[in-house]
């Protein structure tokens, strides 16, 4: 247990909403990441961060942002909800840099878009 | 890009069976992790393996890594009902940008 948790574990909007998703972890990790698991396609990471305010994108970023203003707290933002963002998202952290190191991974938050 | 590629996709087996999961990289393997997700819930790690030849083993699931194959392969013997899910391999980057590529699983159902 890495100590990490996600809110809310389930939602469901209406398209044209914004969404924010959070992670939050009690450890101090530098690095954190969020996912989402889609039949299919697996694991996609959708941006990541490697400290606070330092962000990046990861390959399916389109139409979501992120924030990080704390270490132990990174936001995922949908501005405008879409149905093709229905998901499950995870958030993750991982235990070192440089080298290699696993992630550890959150509990997950099932997003439905209507 | 770099792909991760995973075999069977799904697999069902009796239980108290033998059975293995391959997972073959498209780029050179540096770090491999092994995850289970069951079904609905998040995913926990398994194992992780860096040397080409490394073995690793947690109870009755055993993790190798074929570093000239680009390919690890995890193998659960006695299978029992506890290991039914999704098992997920993961790899470092090719960059090594602190990032883990996934493979799309493979769903493991066990018959009683």
């Known amino acids: 247990d890495a100590g990490i948790t996600q809110s809310p574990r389930h939602k469901v909007t209406e398209t044209g909403t914004p969404v924010t998703l959070r992670c939050h972890q009690t450890e101090n990790h530098r690095y954190m990441y969020w996912y989402r698991q889609d039949p299919g396609h697996g694991l996609r990471l959708i941006h990541y961060?490697?400290?606070?305010?330092?962000?990046d994108k990861g390959e399916v970023s389109d139409g979501y942002s992120v924030s990080r203003s704390k270490t132990e707290d990174f936001l995922l933002t949908l501005e405008s909800a879409t149905s093709s963002q229905t998901s499950v998202y995870f958030c993750?952290?991982?235990?070192?840099?440089?080298?290699?190191?696993?992630?550890?991974f959150g509990p997950g938050t099932r997003l439905t878009v209507t | 890009s770099q792909e991760l590629e995973q075999s069977p996709q799904s697999l069902i087996v009796q239980e108290g069976k033998n059975l293995t999961i391959n997972c073959t990289s498209s780029?050179?393997?540096?770090?491999l992790y092994w995850y289970k997700q069951k079904y609905g819930e998040g995913l926990i790690f398994l194992m992780m393996?860096?040397?080409?030849?490394e073995e690793k083993s947690h109870e009755k699931i055993t993790a190798k890594l074929d570093e000239k194959k680009q390919q690890s392969s995890l193998h659960i013997t006695a299978s029992q009902p506890s290991h039914a899910g999704i098992y997920l391999c993961g790899a470092d980057s090719e960059l090594r940008d602190d990032k883990i590529i996934f493979g799309k699983g493979t769903r493991l159902h066990i018959l009683p």
């Open positions: 393996l860096q040397k080409g030849g």
């Open positions: 961060s490697y400290g606070v305010k330092d962000t």
């Open positions: 993750a952290i991982r235990l070192g840099q440089g080298g290699t190191y696993e992630q550890y």
């Open positions: 780029k050179t393997l540096y770090g």
